[in-house]
């Protein structure tokens, strides 16, 4: 298809100076309402054959995007998060502006954490519950993290689909997003996509990861409250029971404890609570293993329950609030550091010496290490 007949435009964040070089286009895409955003009109085209162009949209201003927010426009908050997760240098300015005046209205909600083996269904487990919260007043913002392929970068982002109830609520707002290959499965932004989600209201925030795992445990250092899924019989239980993913939790919950699986379960259950019992707690909070379903909801109540609880204690002993100050340090490092890597590598010099060094030590000529302080080196240079 010729470029006249694709009927694409560059977008707005092309740099000036890209020149032919930079081929970035904006291509019609699947008309309809999607995270909350309306549907578009589509124009007809004279053209037989050739697809149809939707319109651009105009940008909001910054006015635009607080005002919306806050008020529970779904439609611009959808729009604001998709400005903060863009990488576009001339979006970072506008999304850090608009976040620095709704911080002010953030900070109210519960923020949950949930990871699982795959299979262990999480999703289910978050709508039953998330149906649930709803029924009880509250409103909730799911934020699901979808695995990026290394190969291709592309992420299927079907979670609303496995909450398809969940998602039709209005109280409720369903928002997938790239894990782009982030440590832990958390995707870059979603610390600042929680924070715009309870400036828009809502109370309850749930973030699902891509799974669990050594790794996955970057969630960690987001929450209020780390909820571990499991399913029994899916091998040997005290294999789970490591440094890492499981001494972080604050519960863990046995899925799908119902039918033939019950007693399976339950002995789950059992033989994770004697395990935690010699794990090391995180203050006075020590983590207990229950059981649940999904698909029946039994225990799903019992499980918001023992939350609440959580949140009542680490409240009452300054725990709540000093976990959330060293996440916001934490977050702070971690962002320098995320800069001086871009820093380091946009660097004349290091972009000039980078792929010969990378060829040697593909090579085995040269160490890793020699390698690294070589490129180390050029910073030194003026």
């Given at each position: ?174 928002r997938p997003s790239p894990a782009g290959g982030v440590l832990g499965g958390v995707a870059r932004k979603t610390r600042e996509t929680m924070l715009v989600c309870e400036a828009a209201g809502f109370d309850v925030i749930i973030v699902e990861t891509v799974g669990a795992g050594q790794n996955e445990i970057t969630v960690r ?9 499991l399913i029994p019989g899916a091998g040997d239980e005290l294999q789970g029971i490591k440094k890492g993913v499981v001494e972080l939790a604050d519960a863990i919950a046995i899925n799908k404890a119902d039918g033939d699986n019950r007693l399976r379960a339950e002995a789950a259950r059992a033989e994770y609570n004697r395990a ?107």
């Amino acid at each position: 298809m010729s470029p006249d007949t694709q009927r694409s435009r560059k977008p707005e964040w092309t740099p000036d100076d890209g020149g032919e070089a930079f081929a970035a286009r904006v291509l019609p895409g699947v008309a309809g309402g999607h995270d909350g955003l309306p549907s578009m009109a589509v124009d007809a085209d004279p053209s037989p054959g050739a697809p149809a162009e939707r319109p651009a949209r105009r940008p909001l201003s910054e006015d635009e995007y607080v005002n919306g927010v806050l008020a529970g426009d779904r439609a611009v908050l959808a729009r604001a998060i998709t400005l903060i997760e863009s990488n576009a240098p001339a979006h970072l300015a506008q999304s850090q502006a608009v976040l620095r005046r709704l911080l002010p209205h953030s900070g109210r909600a519960i923020r949950l954490g949930i990871t699982g083996v795959p299979g262990a269904g999480k999703s289910t487990l978050i709508e039953t519950l998330g149906l649930e919260l709803l029924a009880a007043g509250h409103r909730l913002a799911v934020l699901a993290i979808d695995p990026t392929s290394s190969l291709t970068g592309g992420s299927i982002l079907g979670d609303k689909t496995r909450m398809e109830e969940l998602s039709r609520r209005p109280e409720a707002f369903i928002r997938p997003s790239p894990a782009g290959g982030v440590l832990g499965g958390v995707a870059r932004k979603t610390r600042e996509t929680m924070l715009v989600c309870e400036a828009a209201g809502f109370d309850v925030i749930i973030v699902e990861t891509v799974g669990a795992g050594q790794n996955e445990i970057t969630v960690r250092s987001m929450v209020d409250f780390f909820l571990l899924v499991l399913i029994p019989g899916a091998g040997d239980e005290l294999q789970g029971i490591k440094k890492g993913v499981v001494e972080l939790a604050d519960a863990i919950a046995i899925n799908k404890a119902d039918g033939d699986n019950r007693l399976r379960a339950e002995a789950a259950r059992a033989e994770y609570n004697r395990a935690l019992h010699y794990l090391t707690p995180a203050g006075d909070w020590r983590p207990r293993a229950y059981t649940c379903s999904a698909v029946s909801g039994e225990g799903i109540d019992a499980l918001w329950q023992v939350i609440g609880r959580f949140r009542e204690r680490a409240t009452e002993s300054g725990a709540f609030e000093a976990r959330r100050r060293a996440q916001a340090r934490d977050w702070l490092r971690a962002l320098v550091d995320e800069g001086i890597r871009a820093a380091f590598y946009d660097r004349p010099a290091v972009r000039a010496a980078l792929a010969e060094v990378e060829a040697a030590v593909m090579d085995g000529t040269l160490p890793a290490t020699t390698a690294a302080q070589q490129l180390l080196a050029l910073l030194e240079e003026k």
